[in-house]
């Protein structure tokens, strides 16, 4: 079959590879129907998250078909068509049954690789490094689903893939981050970052009721997107002297009542702080460039949250002593996405949210590596790229 691969930082191939097969009684095969890139798959291609090898099929966001089932699958069924949260749950451990699915104990057989540097692991990933589980991705025309029963949600039948494809793991994130929040009516909400995650992060925090919702970014199609589609306002950080000074005069003086970061280790910036992080990334000296981070923890209110969930290495220059002081509530993790799914899906058939809008371009998997990089250098007002093998 062919498949999107990693050959290296930067260096993206389309390859014939071996179709995957059942490897477990509670696997699932699915014929891939979509997949989409996320931002976080920019920080792979780009060599900050370490431990991929040549060959690697990348992505993690998909929609698909059951084809085939193991022997103690029990509800998952051939010809279903299916959204899968990116990160893979047992639905057996203690973490699974607390719904924290991203931290599940027993989908990362490579947990042996995070110890050393985050004191434990997480759950698997697919086509996301060997660190993260060492699975095949999504950019491909066939994808293996371990313990099918709890990671595969069936699609309504009126909903077209593109309404359930972000589902699987940009639309979760966001919500996951309004959720963190605990949004009251009459709250200001801001996101950093007005790509997949911080759209739909922005929407979310509308649909759970904040009051005030503010997009920050520096790309037009994508601030628009956000008065659009979230009813925010917008802030475009290149066009002001100050992000924290712009958002104290939006909410009276006082900032916002939750922030949220969607951005992560990429992040761009304007001043002094920017281009000192840039140059130790750049000479391996850190993994993170903090600057979008280092804004909202000055910019929540005091006693406020701070929901993080862009993704983050090492970084220096990191403010401690400013959540302290401000007794500044901090919430993240990687998404747990089947606490989330169903109702997202019953969102879209209620009518009161469609993440679709997010597809701006659609290719097949020959053109992964073109994709990539207009995605990566957000050419022609891409928000997310949609292959379809």
Known sequence: ?????????NDLRVDTVPRP???NPKDAVLRVRASTACGSDLHVIDGLIPTMREGDVLGHEFV???????EAVEETETGQRVVVPSFIGCGACSYCHDDLWSLCDNTNPNAAMQEPVLGDSTAGVYGYTHAFGG???????????PHADVNCFEVPDELDDEQALFASDA??????GADFCDIEDGDTVAVWGCGGVGLMAQESAALMGAEQVIGIDRFPERLEAAREHAGAETIDYTAVDSVVDRLDALTGGRGPDACIDAVGMEAHGTGLAHRYDRAKQEFGLHTDRG?????????????GTLSVLGVYGLMDKFPVGVLMNKGITVETAQQHGQRYVPQL???????????SYLATHEFSLEDGPTAYRMFKEKEDGMIRPVFKP
């Open 171 to 176: 639309w979760p994130t966001g919500y996951m």
């Open 1 to 9: 079959m062919r498949a999107v691969c990693w050959h290296g930082e």
């Open 345 to 355: 899906l019953d969102h879209v058939v209620e009518g009161e949210m469609d993440p």
């Open 21 to 23: 097969a059942l490897v």
């Open 64 to 70: 698909g078909e059951v084809v085939e089932t193991g």
């Open 135 to 145: 699975y095949a991705g999504s950019h491909a025309e066939y994808i293996r689903v």
């Open 291 to 303: 600057e979008a981070l280092r804004q909202a923890i000055r910019a929540v209110r005091k006693g």
